[in-house]
């Protein structure tokens, strides 16, 4: 089955720095990649997320990229506000609307002000 | 509120005992899906329905359960259950027509003593 690895595990920065995340996948077959994220206590809200038919997109502040060939995705989040300061999970699924997604294991972001 | 509704939001139980979850989908939402958290685990699936069939299994143990019933409600039973049962189980569902990652309802953090 799918696999998910999810770097770093912890990411601390100052407020207004940029913040990446990157995870790789294991099947090919994946072609659907969404971004969680987490507040204490809360349960996960998508954020943003990529098809394997497209290699970038961008939402205010947050983007993905994606490269297929690499297996390999990523969450770029500029000019962080301590807001931002939460638990981000990656996942990847095998396309359509009820396909399983599989969970990076997490990456802790801390934004200090 | 996600439209998700999980309850109950807390439980406290014994080890050997038994306990039931229970997750009401979107509106609309066809599928149903059961992820267990812990603090070191991340987000791992357990079960997955569509429509009122089973359509995929993660790592569930034999000692849980799952059924989604005709409103489309599900139920997560987990039975004899131990000291690391204890995590926040969260269900989520989706439409199986837009493609678009799970929305999550806000979890049932089960605790056994």
Redesign the interface.
């Known amino acids: 089955g799918e696999n998910v690895e999810q770097h770093p595990s912890t990411l601390s920065v100052q407020e207004g720095d940029s913040a990446v995340i990157k995870c790789t996948y294991s099947d090919s077959a994946s072609n659907?990649f969404?971004w969680?994220k987490q507040e204490l206590g809360?349960?996960?809200?998508?954020i943003i997320?990529i098809?394997s038919n497209v290699g970038e997109k961008k939402d205010q502040r947050i983007a993905v990229t994606l490269n297929k060939t690499a297996k390999h995705f990523s969450l770029h989040i500029t000019e962080t506000q301590p807001e931002d300061s939460a638990v981000y999970?990656c996942?990847a699924s095998i396309?359509?609307?009820?396909s399983?997604?599989?969970?990076?294991?997490?990456t802790m972001l801390l934004v200090s002000p | 509120d996600s439209g998700v509704t999980q309850t109950p939001k807390h439980l406290i139980t014994a080890t050997g005992q038994r306990v039931t979850l229970r997750c009401s989908p979107r509106s609309g939402d066809l599928s149903v899906y059961w992820y267990q958290q812990s603090l070191d685990q991340g987000l791992q699936f357990l079960i997955q329905y569509y429509n009122g069939e089973e359509r995929a299994k993660g790592n569930i143990l034999e000692r849980f359960s799952a059924q989604q019933f005709p409103d489309l409600h599900s139920e997560l039973n987990l039975s004899s259950l131990e000291l690391g049962d204890s995590a926040l189980y969260f269900c989520a569902s989706s439409v199986a027509s837009t493609g678009k990652g799970y929305t999550f309802g806000s979890g049932t953090r089960l605790t056994v003593v």
């Open positions: 659907y969404p969680y809360k349960r996960p809200q998508l997320d098809r999970f996942a396309g359509g609307g009820y399983t997604l599989t969970f990076g294991k997490g």
